[in-house]
């Protein structure tokens, strides 16, 4: 088999040396396949706050798969030389995003013995950590070609199910944790369960959930699918106008039957960023790139101006409902600020923050509507750092992937880096860590995109 040589950018400053790649026939054996499919689909499908007594604070064929899947993902990768040589090559060129990664896992496990209750703090690591390992598992998983391409489509399947779940919800204005009792069935706190089963209206509107825990998770996981939908539709093709049609309207309708402020305007974000990037680096004439890079700013711009006001309406708040939730967040940020200069450095320990700066609601329950205060308070201004290079990285990662993908793929490259960026941003209105899991498997994709990278079923590693 001969050597294909290929120059590689390198991340830092000193060398390190990158195996080399052949081309061969290669494919992860199907049980890696399917733990990786189901995983994904668990992620998206399952109830998160649907736990099960088990180990002292409960379980989920989420977490379990996660738990008990990711080490076999991770055995299988090292036991293997193909697939070893490639995992190595993989972190070697992500090696920023891969050490960032590690240093902010290790500094959430370090807050639970520096903070305030160390037990909370454990608890809470150990019920985030399934999370964090989706990294690990489709950083290798997507070093297969055939995962990797069919991840775009089954994301949207599995998505329409949740959608069509959410206008159902939305029009029979019934919860459908409540309707099925599933708040019933689980463990945790009960209080958040109460909440996730009662039917949620602000101003007479109802606000559907589908299966997650909260509407803003609903609607900031539909803005972001709208960029991914859209990529349908710019396929040739009838059937694809009219596939891409339907999930574009799906995902739109999936956002506003959500009732949150925040996805209509990350929806608007998220095109932004995919028009722009999407046109990175394409076959057409560098005039033909930049007149549509111009277009899409210059649309942009002129919708910010006329519609300046109704987005300062919408900040602020439209509705007496709405006015409350935005006075709450204000609250809530005077709360944190004020924790966190009392301990800026480490934090309160995971779980504890909230003690300090959260607003009881009506169900009793304690809740701050920021995760990156959540992170601050937890794991002091080190941890929030961390978090924050973090994402950079990621979405550096994302710009370059669209750089090196081939054609054919760089609009579902640039959906993808959308998908991330809505996602990172909703950050700033909700603390509820369910998205975060979804940023975490959609970065190793862009990691593994293009051609600088192994694909395994197109070239196999030396």
């Given at each position: 088999?001969?050597e294909?040589?290929?120059?590689?950018?390198?991340?830092?400053?000193?060398?390190?040396?990158?195996?080399?790649?052949?081309?061969?026939?290669?494919?992860?054996?199907?049980?890696?396949?399917?733990?990786?499919?189901?995983?994904?689909?668990?992620?998206v499908?399952?109830?998160?706050?649907?736990f099960?007594?088990?180990?002292?604070?409960?379980?989920?064929?989420?977490?379990?798969?996660?738990?008990?899947?990711?080490?076999?993902?991770?055995?299988?990768?090292?036991?293997?030389?193909?697939?070893?040589?490639?995992?190595?090559?993989?972190?070697l060129?992500?090696?920023?995003?891969?050490?960032?990664?590690?240093?902010?896992?290790?500094?959430?496990?370090?807050?639970?013995?520096?903070?305030?209750?160390?037990?909370?703090?454990?608890?809470?690591?150990i019920?985030?950590l399934?999370?964090f390992?989706?990294?690990?598992?489709?950083?290798?998983?997507?070093?297969?070609?055939?995962?990797?391409?069919?991840?775009?489509?089954?994301?949207l399947?599995?998505?329409?199910?949740?959608?069509?779940?959410?206008?159902?919800?939305?029009?029979?204005?019934?919860?459908i944790?409540?309707?099925?009792?599933?708040?019933a069935?689980?463990v945790?706190?009960?209080?958040?369960l109460?909440?996730?089963?009662?039917?949620r209206?602000?101003?007479?509107?109802?606000?559907?959930?589908a299966?997650?825990?909260?509407?803003?998770?609903?609607?900031?996981?539909?803005?972001?699918?709208?960029?991914l939908?859209?990529?349908?539709?710019?396929r040739?093709?009838?059937?694809a106008?009219?596939?891409?049609?339907?999930?574009?309207?799906?995902?739109?309708?999936?956002?506003?039957v959500?009732?949150?402020?925040?996805a209509?305007?990350?929806?608007?974000?998220?095109?932004?960023?995919?028009?722009?990037?999407?046109?990175?680096?394409s076959?057409r004439?560098?005039?033909?790139r930049?007149a549509?890079?111009?277009?899409?700013?210059?649309?942009?711009?002129?919708?910010?101006?006329?519609?300046?006001?109704?987005?300062?309406?919408?900040?602020?708040?439209?509705?007496?409902?709405?006015?409350?939730?935005?006075q709450?967040?204000?609250?809530?940020?005077?709360?944190?600020?004020?924790?966190?200069e009392?301990?800026?450095?480490?934090?309160?320990?995971?779980?504890?923050?909230?003690?300090y700066?959260?607003?009881?609601?009506?169900?009793?329950?304690?809740?701050?509507?920021?995760?990156?205060?959540?992170?601050?308070?937890?794991?002091?201004?080190?941890?929030?750092?961390?978090?924050?290079?973090?994402?950079?990285?990621?979405i550096?990662?994302?710009?370059?992937?669209?750089?090196?993908t081939?054609?054919?793929e760089?609009y579902?490259?640039?959906?993808?880096?959308?998908?991330y960026?809505?996602?990172?941003?909703?950050?700033?209105?909700?603390?509820?860590?369910?998205?975060?899991s979804?940023?975490?498997?959609?970065?190793?994709?862009?990691?593994?995109?293009?051609?600088?990278l192994?694909?395994?079923?197109?070239?196999?590693?030396?």
């Amino acid at each position: 088999m001969n050597e294909v040589a290929e120059p590689i950018r390198p991340a830092f400053p000193w060398k390190l040396e990158i195996p080399a790649y052949t081309e061969v026939e290669y494919h992860f054996p199907f049980f890696i396949r399917a733990i990786a499919y189901l995983a994904l689909g668990l992620a998206v499908l399952w109830p998160r706050y649907l736990f099960f007594p088990m180990f002292g604070i409960g379980a989920n064929p989420f977490t379990l798969m996660t738990m008990l899947g990711t080490p076999i993902v991770v055995a299988f990768a090292v036991l293997q030389p193909v697939a070893r040589n490639a995992l190595r090559r993989l972190v070697l060129l992500n090696r920023l995003v891969v050490c960032t990664f590690l240093v902010m896992l290790g500094l959430r496990l370090l807050s639970c013995f520096t903070g305030q209750e160390a037990s909370v703090s454990i608890q809470s690591f150990i019920r985030d950590l399934p999370i964090f390992l989706l990294f690990a598992m489709f950083s290798i998983a997507f070093l297969d070609n055939s995962v990797r391409n069919r991840f775009p489509g089954l994301l949207l399947a599995l998505a329409v199910v949740q959608l069509l779940l959410a206008i159902l919800e939305f029009s029979i204005e019934t919860s459908i944790a409540g309707a099925f009792e599933l708040n019933a069935i689980g463990v945790g706190d009960a209080n958040a369960l109460m909440q996730i089963g009662t039917a949620r209206v602000r101003d007479g509107a109802y606000r559907a959930q589908a299966l997650f825990g909260h509407p803003i998770v609903l609607g900031h996981f539909a803005a972001a699918l709208v960029p991914l939908a859209a990529t349908i539709f710019f396929r040739r093709g009838i059937g694809a106008k009219l596939c891409g049609g339907f999930l574009i309207l799906l995902t739109m309708a999936g956002a506003f039957v959500s009732g949150t402020r925040s996805a209509l305007m990350l929806l608007a974000i998220g095109m932004v960023v995919f028009f722009v990037m999407g046109t990175r680096k394409s076959s057409r004439s560098a005039y033909s790139r930049t007149a549509r890079i111009y277009l899409v700013l210059i649309v942009s711009s002129i919708a910010a101006l006329l519609f300046f006001d109704d987005f300062s309406d919408m900040l602020a708040g439209r509705t007496v409902a709405e006015v409350g939730s935005t006075q709450t967040r204000q609250i809530q940020f005077e709360y944190s600020t004020q924790a966190i200069e009392a301990k800026p450095i480490m934090g309160y320990g995971l779980g504890n923050g909230i003690q300090y700066s959260g607003i009881i609601n009506g169900f009793g329950q304690q809740t701050l509507d920021n995760f990156f205060l959540s992170i601050a308070l937890d794991t002091g201004l080190v941890g929030l750092g961390s978090f924050l290079l973090f994402s950079i990285l990621a979405i550096g990662t994302g710009v370059t992937a669209i750089g090196r993908t081939w054609e054919a793929e760089r609009y579902q490259a640039a959906a993808l880096l959308a998908f991330y960026v809505v996602l990172f941003i909703g950050h700033a209105v909700q603390s509820i860590v369910d998205t975060l899991s979804f940023e975490l498997i959609v970065l190793p994709w862009m990691m593994n995109a293009g051609r600088n990278l192994l694909i395994f079923n197109v070239r196999a590693w030396k």
